[in-house]
């Protein structure tokens, strides 16, 4: 069955970057895109961007450009995300989730169980 | 960007009633809304896709309805099973936005 692992939780200062990674299983990883979702604690859903493990291809969302990095490596079937110049307000459960693109419909199908990241000084 | 706004923000009822949430975006896109169920610390689970398609495994108690701007989730008859929070995303362009979300819970 299709599984999206993600590393664990992470605390860290202002100012400082962080890495997390979703290892996929379960289906041919360069297939599909990989999107990540955040969600600061009490709020709701807000899409950073996404990955193409196929070709490399990304598309960070708008107000992360500059500080948001979405990498893959398919020898491991893995996708990273990597922020920079953390805030206190990036703050937030972070979450990755595999795009099902079929007939002109588009839907998040699969998700990863989270990563906890907590910047604080 | 287009800004989905989703009502009631909370909202309490007994089992066996029919629950309705709404869901509303910020121009035209068409049937290219997704629908997705929370619970607390948990990752989103999807549910309908294009609207109105239910995605394989969840139950018939669900329906989703609505093109263009306007959309509704309906559970005919809702279970403890159901409490969380409900969010509406539409995919019609980039990025990807989601609703505000609706928190559903027993009375």
């Known amino acids: 069955q299709v599984q999206l692992v993600q590393s664990g939780a992470e605390v860290k200062r202002p100012g400082a970057s962080v890495k997390i990674s979703c290892k996929a299983s379960g289906y041919t990883f360069t297939d599909f895109y990989i999107h990540w979702v955040r969600q600061a604690p009490g709020q709701g859903l807000e899409w950073m961007g996404w990955?193409?493990?196929?070709?490399?291809?990304?598309s960070p969302a708008r107000r992360f450009q500059g500080r948001v990095a979405l990498t893959r490596d398919t020898s491991v079937s893995t996708v990273y995300l990597e922020l920079d110049s953390l805030r206190n307000d990036d703050t937030a459960l972070y979450f990755c989730a595999r795009a099902h693109w079929v007939s002109g419909s588009y839907y998040l199908d699969s998700w990863g169980q989270g990563t906890l990241v907590t910047v604080t000084s | 960007d287009i800004q989905m706004t989703q009502s009631p923000s909370s909202l309490s009822a007994s089992v066996g009633d029919r629950v309705t949430i709404t869901c509303q975006a910020s121009?035209?896109?068409?049937?290219?809304l997704n629908w997705y169920q929370q619970k607390p610390g948990k990752a989103p689970r999807f549910l309908i896709y294009?609207?109105?398609n239910l995605e394989t495994g969840v139950p018939s108690r669900f329906s989703g309805s609505g093109s263009g701007t306007d959309f509704t989730v309906t559970i005919s008859s809702l279970q403890p099973e159901d409490i969380g929070t409900y969010y509406c995303q539409q995919y019609d362009d980039l990025p990807l936005t989601f609703g505000g979300g609706t928190k559903v819970e027993i009375k």
């Open positions: 990955v193409y493990p196929g070709n490399d291809g990304t």
């Open positions: 121009q035209d896109i068409k049937k290219n």
């Open positions: 294009d609207a109105s």
